[in-house]
């Protein structure tokens, strides 16, 4: 059956390809406008406001008092995370998170770095701005903006924010970092209008750049930040200098990609086939199918009724929880399924985790988070960002346990100016919280590939 | 050449035509047996029906009130009706209501209104109502069990019970409704694996319990696969099947060719005028209406724990989520209105009655594994997929169910069809939005069967 299949692939894109006519390698977008009802006359108020997350007594008690009231479902027997975050180990993290859980304290943690707010066609997006404090004589920091995904934040990147502005090594290049909330994410604003996507995102944020006086910058993404910040690359190709991203699913199937799909495996070296490119990919149908369909359920509800989804996560803070965590254990090794408690606490702190839980439990901003997915498939797997290729020069940082595989192959057909793809020791999706200090690594290694080709 | 080839070439058609034949003679699939309690299996086995009463508190009431004030709105982005999900505006409307005019003591007593009972069967005790006919004389009264789907429950069937058990003709029904294990007032299975084979046994096992071995059954949803099973498992016992829905099983060449043909010359493969006109556009109609109502299905059916856990503790999400589909499979263009039209064909009291059976018993997730399980094996592997049906059975296509299928495609699985009716209106949940339609077609189908008897 597979095979038929395939060879229907392969026949079609040989049509395709025969058919199709070489497309302008430039992505085009229009302005827009997401605030509520017309915008208004005049300008839009550019002014960038100095921003502090904050809590109250009364948003604690209430996070307490509707943990307190959470009606627990026991697991089956013998199940561990197979059916969704289990029950039993639920319980310890609310425990947890009601009686140990310190939010006042995480609020500082994260106002330690100092946050903006500013308008852009019409919604406030929020952000991180973070300068090198001992900035060496003579040197510049190198300005770099870090995007998010789902269901993460900017707070993932607080562990290797340090890593990237104060590098203990002297030859290495100190960042000065921007990381923005995705709008309806966190402390960034909703758009009230439908149409909100990627290329809307990454259009938003070029401006934010420029408004903050960045002609040229670094770009780094994983998830949906790999989306926001390649359609950035693919808008202003000038602005950016360089795209790093961890994160780098195949978007448009070609000839060459499906004969290694088809072949790779008996002769890895032909595609340059690592010894993890294949175990990742081979057997084809687990790897490629199954997998895939056990863990995406979350992207079809979200890609069709977000608004249905979210809406009783956003009244259960323990529900909540279970939906966010149950990626941060699976998305980061598949096998932690197996777990009965997911393997969670392996790699990330509860604190860390329900800190990430907090920012869409107080901004009420989950059923917003979700609403991106649906805007994403409005024109199905194909929109026209998806055919176009990325010129700018691209670094991969390729994790073993990351949710989709791209051998440097695949990586290349997009990628135009793949100058370092690096199969990364260990790690999985959620890279730059699980491993910064490879992540910080491999970024470095990047930056000066680029630079020093200059 | 020839004459060596041909004797192996006629055994080998002679020996696959043998096990074809054979494969299909097979009329009846396994019984099997499980055991779904806590634990280790006890030995006693309980017999004894016990009678039930649907009872609420005080408690239970004042907390649901807590519970919806405590509601966290979301704003709905502008224009967009329910093509989101549940839109949030009119959700407060169906909150509103819930919280200040909504009787649910009333609601109770009216479930109370027919005999409920329980019985310990498989280590679960099973819910189910029983509802006799008054005695006529004159009058014969033949066995009837209908089973639900999701996420219905046997209050679904209130409308129609009347229709079916209190006539004034000379044909009236004994009618059973048990809540599938897992679902409202059936105690949920504490074991893996529980799928709608074990739920077939165990209703088989219930009938036999109550002194039916001949009877008919009816079903939409799950109800359909599980009356289906039952009438695998004990076609002896079935004097008819009757449903409102059929799941489509690919067959390969033949539908591919009535996909083909079917728009240009629908006699040439057994289509209607109807037929054509509730398949086509194929593509849109079936794959990507598909596509874009099934994102439940998949969620469900992988990571059910997750998915239902912010639904056990807010009933607004919980209304959300159940709510969207009696208002998008009653119509798929409800999906454009502001209110999805949900109070057209139904009244919030019977909407929210069914949505408090879920919520009072805790048992949406245990709803949700349901999915999982069903999909563990590739459900089209199957043997109750790869075995025919060969009891009397009647369809009754209503023309806003999710999936059309057409008579010739039923054939290939139900081998004695004795009625298809093209009902003139009506969705997915049948029975509760056109109770005289269905029961009319129901009696016209048990006529048959009867009729053909004497």
């Not at chain 1, 795209?243 to 495996?265: C, D, K, Q, T, Y």
Request: with cysteine; aromatic share 12%.
């Amino acid at each position: 059956m597979l095979l038929e299949v395939l060879l229907a692939l392969v026949l079609g894109a040989v049509v395709l390809l025969v058919l199709r006519r070489s497309k302008a390698a430039v992505l085009k977008t229009e302005d827009g406008w997401w605030g509520a009802g017309s915008p208004p006359a005049g300008a839009e108020d550019e002014s960038i406001r100095p921003f502090q997350v904050e809590t109250s007594r009364e948003e604690i008690e209430d996070l307490q008092r509707r943990i307190d009231q959470t009606r627990p479902v026991p697991s089956l027997e013998d199940s561990q995370f197979n059916y969704g975050f289990n029950s039993t180990y639920l319980q310890k993290v609310a425990a947890y998170w009601r009686n140990e859980f310190d939010w006042s304290k995480q609020v500082d943690k994260l106002n330690q770095y100092p946050h903006f707010k500013t308008k852009i066609e019409g919604i406030d997006v929020h952000y991180v701005h973070v300068k090198p404090k001992n900035l060496p004589e003579g040197r510049t920091a190198v300005p770099l903006i870090m995007v998010h995904g789902w269901p993460g934040s900017f707070y993932e990147f607080y562990g290797i924010l340090p890593l990237l502005t104060e590098p203990a090594n002297a030859d290495d290049v100190a960042f000065e970092v921007i990381c923005p909330s995705i709008p309806g994410y966190g402390f960034s604003e909703a758009p009230r209008k439908k149409g909100f996507n990627s290329v809307c995102a990454a259009r938003v944020f070029l401006k934010l750049m420029r408004r903050l006086g960045f002609g040229r910058f670094y770009a780094q993404g994983g998830d949906w930040g790999w989306q926001i910040t390649t359609n950035m690359a693919q808008l202003d190709p000038t602005a950016v200098k360089g795209l790093h991203i961890n994160f780098a699913p195949v978007e448009n199937v070609g000839p060459l990609l499906i004969l290694s799909i088809l072949l790779g495996r008996r002769f890895p070296g032909l595609f340059g086939f690592t010894e993890l490119d294949v175990k990742r990919l081979y057997p084809r149908v687990e790897k490629m199918l199954v997998e895939p369909l056990k863990e995406t359920g979350y992207f079809h509800i979200q890609a069709t009724k977000p608004d249905t989804a979210g809406r009783g996560l956003n009244d259960s803070p323990v529900g909540l929880a279970a939906y966010i965590l149950e990626k941060f254990s699976t998305w980061t090794d598949h096998e932690f399924r197996n777990l009965e408690d997911g393997g969670l606490e392996r790699k990330f702190s509860l604190e860390d985790l329900l800190t990430n839980v907090m920012i869409y439990w107080t901004t009420g901003s989950i059923t917003s988070s979700m609403r991106f997915y649906k805007e994403n498939f409005a024109k199905g797997f194909y929109p026209p960002h998806a055919r176009i290729p990325v010129t700018v020069p691209t670094g991969v940082a390729a994790f073993p346990n990351e949710l989709m595989h791209t051998p440097k192959l695949w990586a290349k057909q997009k990628n135009h100016k793949l100058k370092t793809y690096t199969t990364m020791a260990r790690g999985g999706h959620f890279a730059a919280m699980e491993e910064p200090g490879l992540m910080a690594q491999d970024i470095q290694k990047f930056i000066k590939v680029v630079e020093g080709k200059k | 050449m020839f004459s060596l080839i041909s004797p192996f070439f006629l055994l080998r058609i002679g020996l696959t035509y043998f096990l074809v034949w054979r494969r299909k003679a097979k009329k009846s699939i396994p019984l099997g047996d499980g055991w779904w309690g806590h634990g280790q299996q006890t030995l006693r086995d309980d017999n004894k029906i016990y009678p039930f009463k649907v009872e609420t508190s005080e408690d239970e009431i004042n907390d649901l009130h807590r519970r919806i004030d405590q509601m966290r709105y979301t704003e709905p982005l502008e224009d967009c009706g329910f093509q989101y999900g549940f839109n949030s505006n009119y959700l407060q409307k169906v909150v509103s209501y819930w919280r200040n005019q909504f009787d649910w003591k009333k609601q109770v007593a009216k479930l109370n209104e027919y005999p409920h009972f329980k019985t310990n069967i498989e280590g679960l005790d099973v819910h189910f109502v029983h509802v006799r006919a008054p005695h006529r004389p004159g009058q014969k009264v033949l066995p009837l069990m209908l089973v639900h789907g999701w996420p219905g429950s046997f209050f679904e069937f209130y409308k129609i019970l009347p229709l079916l058990t209190d006539t004034k003709d000379d044909l009236a029904f004994e009618v059973i409704c048990p809540s599938i294990p897992g679902y409202g007032f059936s105690e949920a299975p504490h074991k893996q694996g529980f799928c709608s084979l074990d739920a077939a046994r165990i209703f088989l096992k219930l009938m036999e319990r109550l002194g039916f071995n001949k009877f008919y059954l009816q079903g939409g949803d799950w109800g359909s696969l599980i009356t289906t099973n039952m009438a695998q498992m004990k076609p002896q016992c079935v004097s008819g099947l009757h449903l409102n829905m059929l799941a489509v099983t690919k067959r390969g060449v033949g539908m591919l060719l009535s996909l083909i043909i079917g728009p240009y010359l629908p006699f040439l493969v057994g289509f209607t005028r109807e037929d054509v006109r509730r398949l086509f556009p194929y593509f849109e109609k079936n794959v990507y209406d598909l596509l874009m109502e099934s994102g439940y299905m998949h969620i469900q059916g992988t990571k059910p724990d997750t998915a239902g856990c912010g639904l056990n503790d807010s009933p607004v999400g919980l209304a959300a989520y159940i709510l969207e589909k009696f208002s998008t499979w009653t119509d798929r263009k409800n999906r454009d209105l502001e209110d999805g039209d949900l109070e057209k064909k139904y009244s919030l009291d019977d909407l929210l009655t069914n949505v408090m059976i879920y919520w009072t018993t805790r048992s949406i997730i245990p709803s949700m594994r349901f999915y999982k399980e069903n999909f563990k094996t590739n459900p089209q592997n199957r043997v109750d997929a790869r075995t025919g049906i060969f009891v009397p059975m009647g369809h009754a296509a209503f023309p806003n169910e999710l999936m059309h299928c057409p008579l010739p495609w039923a054939r290939w699985r139900f081998k004695d069809i004795r009625s298809y009716s093209y009902m003139p209106r009506g969705g997915h949940f049948a029975a509760f939005e056109e109770p005289r339609l269905l029961a009319e077609d129901f009696v016209k189908f048990v006529r048959k069967v009867e009729g053909k008897k004497r």
